[in-house]
């Protein structure tokens, strides 16, 4: 599913906006203000979802831990809404609910537990202040000579830099897919085998006529010990 490209809707004045549930709710408009200088844990969902109801409490439980924290966020984006923007196709989203952490500009998927006390021990554990352009005096100088080089390229040569990651990303995933084609074909061919051998063993030793008869006769034996 492709999410098509929507102008944001919600008002200027309008600085943050937190949902019914009390879990604040992220929009294109607002997602760089509000995750500036951040480790975030974004839900990104649809209000129809069955998965995304199901959750819901858990991460309103969450979020409600994490209210008011300057190091952590935990969110959420309404990919149904015109004022999500663009934020759902930028990052990957094509199924529900699609959990996301890390830093805001580059999100990470995860793939942990949804219930209330796996997400609370993963938030614990990774919303915590990280080394970034916003952050460089918790970067070692390795990290800041590398944040200092990336700075100083172009657009053109991030994008160019971003599209060779994306193409070996891309190229690994490819290669994992046939493997597991590989792998599929082959546990078809064993079970086909096995089938086969277990279909011409039960012929040779006529087994069902065989079980048949040992049931006939075991069933004779206990009748003739009742009596």
Known sequence: MKFSTLA??????????????????????????L????????????????????????????????DGSEVGLIAEVDCTSEDKGDLC???????FPTIKYGDPLALE????????????????????????????DLCDEEEKATIAKLQGMSVEEL??????VDKELEEAEEQAEESIE???EEY????????????SAKKKYNYGTMKSIYMQKEKADGAKEEL
Request: glycine share 6%; net charge negative; charged share 30%.
């Open 188 to 199: 078809e061919k064993i079970m086909h085998e096995l089938e086969e051998k277990i279909k």
């Open 89 to 95: 196709e930028e990052n990957g989203v094509t199924g």
């Open 35 to 66: 995750t500036d200088g951040k480790m975030v844990f974004i839900k990104f969902f649809a209000p129809w979802c069955g998965h995304c109801k199901n959750m819901a409490p858990d991460w309103e439980k969450l979020a409600a831990d994490w």
């Open 109 to 136: 998927d995860y793939e942990g537990g949804r219930e209330y006390e796996e997400l609370a021990v993963f938030a614990k554990e990774n919303l915590k202040p990280f080394c970034s352009p916003s952050n460089l």
């Open 159 to 164: 994008d160019e830099a971003i599209d060779a």
């Open 8 to 33: 944001a809707t919600i008002l200027s004045s309008v600085a943050t906006f937190t949902n019914a549930e009390g879990v604040t709710s992220l929009t294109a408009e607002n997602y760089a203000s």
């Open 182 to 184: 590989k792998l599929q």
